[in-house]
């Protein structure tokens, strides 16, 4: 089994750019997360979904969407990019409820 | 807003020593947990305990709770060099996500 895994694993992007983060996962968990990390700020919740075709705000989701169109996949979007999204950006899963939750291995995102 | 807050930030010990990390958190918990996170990785869970649990065990880690004074430690025994990283404490609340702390960074020296 891969776990979870995550594309791209380091991007740069300018200012009003999009992109998309794609997590997937290969342990048939209905959770998924996205979460931001930041210096001195632990781990940030963004969005998340508790199955296929569901998605939940997070913390801090202004700025991102979501789509969990298949289980096993779970994308982040920024529409237009900004300096404050520059961040690492980790995907988690679980097999049911927030518990014992995989992680990725973090996508690095500097926005210039 | 964090509702776990760890302490210390940062701990520095030599190797074989033990190491002890608080996590303190604000509201009634469901269960509250500990990840491990090497060096531009991603998080490892390592130990779950229930707010009903008082101490629990696996391998060289103990974890207790104290639900009255809402908070919890992790003690980490004969101490690793592989053991070097930041250690989280994480907070089920309800709504099924859970909070991190801003965690404690865990060095050991040989």
């Known amino acids: 089994n891969a776990g979870v895994t995550q594309t791209p694993k380091f991007r740069v992007l300018k200012t009003g750019q999009s992109m998309t983060l794609l997590c997937a996962q290969d342990?048939?968990?209905?959770?998924m997360y996205w979460y931001r990390q930041d210096p001195g700020m632990g781990l940030r919740l963004i969005h998340y979904?508790?199955?296929?075709?569901?998605?939940a705000k997070g913390e801090v989701p202004d700025g991102y969407n979501v789509s969990r169109l298949k289980k096993q996949n779970f994308l982040l979007g920024l529409e237009s990019a900004a300096p404050s999204q520059t961040s690492v950006y980790f995907c988690?899963?679980?097999?049911?409820?927030?518990?014992?939750?995989?992680f990725g291995p973090g996508t690095r995102l500097t926005v210039t | 807003s964090q509702q776990g807050e760890e302490d210390p930030q940062a701990l520095s010990i030599q190797e074989g020593e033990n190491a002890t990390m608080n996590c303190s958190y604000k509201?009634?918990?469901?269960?509250l947990q500990w990840y491990r996170q090497n060096s531009g990785r991603g998080l490892v869970h390592l130990i779950l305990?229930?707010?009903?649990?008082r101490e629990k065990h696996s391998g060289r880690l103990r974890v207790t709770l104290d639900t009255s004074k809402k908070s919890s430690s992790l003690l980490i025994t004969a101490s690793r060099a592989a053991d070097t990283a930041s250690y989280f404490c994480?907070?089920?609340?309800?709504?099924?996500?859970?909070?991190f702390g801003q965690g404690t960074r865990l060095t050991i020296n040989p």
């Open positions: 988690a899963s679980s097999y049911l409820g927030p518990n014992e939750q995989y």
């Open positions: 342990m048939n968990h209905e959770y």
């Open positions: 979904s508790v199955g296929e075709g569901t998605t």
């Open positions: 509201t009634s918990i469901n269960n």
């Open positions: 305990i229930r707010s009903n649990e």
């Open positions: 994480a907070t089920f609340q309800g709504a099924q996500k859970l909070v």
